[in-house]
């Protein structure tokens, strides 16, 4: 018996094995919206395109629409690439976000483009609930016209942070700072979950704006679903290994080009950040001071850390 052979053949098969038990641990990239996503409301405005791969959504008088993952994910990242309403679409807002789907305590991570008039910029809310607590808006005017072609949207979760981004480039980072005892999205398993909807009584300059529902019906494009997460229900162990990629020293914080990408976004683009608004919040929220960042000389580029 050779058993220098036997023993590679061993090392081979605990090799194989250990990369199928890594398979089934993390979700694999979806390759048609019908694997991975069902219709929650108005299905007659949800169109299929490309066998699939890609959908149209559809707001008129009638009905907006939504659609949802079919799992929830507990850590990893989610993206989609997104063209959205083009021309005049004041009053209206496409979102795309994560959320626990739990009545009192809920965390959500969110994405809401906020529809303009002709001419105007997009602009873009990111916000954060954790534990049943949100009210952490924050609002970025994109750089670029989202109606004219598709760009990548994406949520970066992991244990240490929350990262929104628009085509690999940051416009908001939170960070986990239990710590000091502020609430962190890290316990419950979050769905993914798109809408189109009218909701001209606060998108557009406050509500100042209405729709235009001459200008109907208005329509929005994704493709190039992609979720790598720990599905729920599924291994119990998967959404504490820390050899998930997401969890490694290089996704823990920002790199320096990510880093000097987010202060431009931040010093240029931003419009609108809670942390700053001394009419909701005369005293400063904690998760916007935590670590001691003065956000003046921060360029407010963190939610309370001066590390990135």
């Not at 250990?18 to 299905?43: G, K, M, N, Y």
């Not at 496409?94 to 789907?101: E, G, L, P």
């Amino acid at each position: 018996m050779n058993t220098t052979r036997t023993s590679l053949s061993l090392t081979t098969l605990s090799c194989l094995l250990c990369v199928l038990v890594f398979s089934v641990t993390i979700s694999a990239r979806p390759a048609t919206f019908t694997q991975d996503f069902h219709v929650t409301w108005a299905e007659y405005h949800i169109k299929q395109l490309q066998g699939g791969n890609a959908i149209q959504l559809v707001l008129d008088r009638n009905s907006g629409c939504g659609f949802a993952s079919k799992n929830k994910y507990l850590f990893g990242k989610v993206s989609m690439k997104i063209k959205l309403i083009p021309g005049d679409s004041a009053g209206t807002v496409t979102a795309f976000y994560m959320n626990s789907d739990t009545d009192t305590r809920r965390d959500e991570l969110d994405f809401e483009f906020l529809g303009n008039r002709t001419g105007q910029p997009y602009t873009v809310q990111t916000n954060v609930y954790a534990n049943g607590k949100g009210d952490r808006e924050q609002r970025v005017n994109l750089w670029f016209d989202p109606a004219a072609d598709f760009h990548t949207y994406s949520i970066l979760w992991t244990h240490h942070l929350v990262v929104f981004s628009v085509d690999e480039i940051p416009i908001r980072v939170y960070k986990n700072n239990e710590a000091k005892g502020i609430p962190f999205p890290k316990f419950q398993p979050m769905g993914i979950y798109s809408t189109l909807w009218e909701a001209d009584n606060w998108a557009t300059r406050g509500g100042l704006e209405k729709i235009d529902w001459n200008k109907a019906p208005f329509y929005a494009y994704y493709k190039d679903f992609e979720i790598e997460g720990c599905p729920v229900p599924g291994p119990a162990s998967c959404a504490s290994n820390t050899r998930n990629w997401w969890e490694g020293p290089a996704y823990q914080q920002l790199t320096p080009i990510q880093a000097r990408n987010y202060r431009w976004v931040r010093m240029n683009h931003v419009t609108y950040d809670y942390c700053t608004d001394k009419s909701r919040y005369p005293v400063t929220p904690p998760e916007c001071m935590a670590g001691g960042c003065n956000r003046d000389n921060c360029f407010n580029i963190c939610d309370g850390n001066r590390s990135l």
